[in-house]
């Protein structure tokens, strides 16, 4: 059974630093894209950033590129993200997702994801 499970998220002041993780059961990362994505109340699903199976290929979203770090241990199956100069509109809900069909030119698209982790909410707030 394929499962994704995010933890990591919390309270953080702005401009401070998290590390959100998503642990994978049921299927190896190395033949998978991982995504995260992002949903804030009331907007729409934001995809934040991908690491392809390679690992030789990551993406960032325009509005966290320096301020986020994409990575993967394959040995803990696990994705990472990152977050560093937090600001409060980085306040969201943070999935991880995986695809064997995403490109880097449709890595953002949530409907090429299949399996989803239940989220985990990150709120930047002093």
């Not at 994704?4 to 919390?10: K, Y």
């Not at 699903?45 to 030789?56: A, C, D, F, L, T």
């Not at 999935?95 to 069909?101: E, H, I, L, P, W």
Request: with cysteine.
């Amino acid at each position: 059974q394929v499962q994704l499970v995010e933890s990591g998220g919390g309270l953080v002041q702005p401009g401070g630093s998290l590390r959100l993780s998503c642990a994978a059961s049921g299927f190896s990362l190395d033949d998978y894209a991982i995504g995260w994505f992002r949903q804030a109340p009331g907007k729409a699903r934001e995809g934040v950033s991908v690491i392809m199976n390679s690992q030789r290929y990551k993406h960032y979203a325009d509005s966290v590129k320096g301020r986020f770090t994409i990575s993967r241990d394959n040995a803990k199956n696990t994705v990472y993200l990152q977050i560093t100069s937090a600001k409060p509109e980085d306040t969201a809900v943070y999935s991880c997702a995986a695809s064997k069909y995403v490109g880097s030119s449709s890595w953002f698209l949530s409907s090429l994801y299949d399996d989803w982790g239940q989220g985990t909410q990150v709120t930047v707030s002093s």
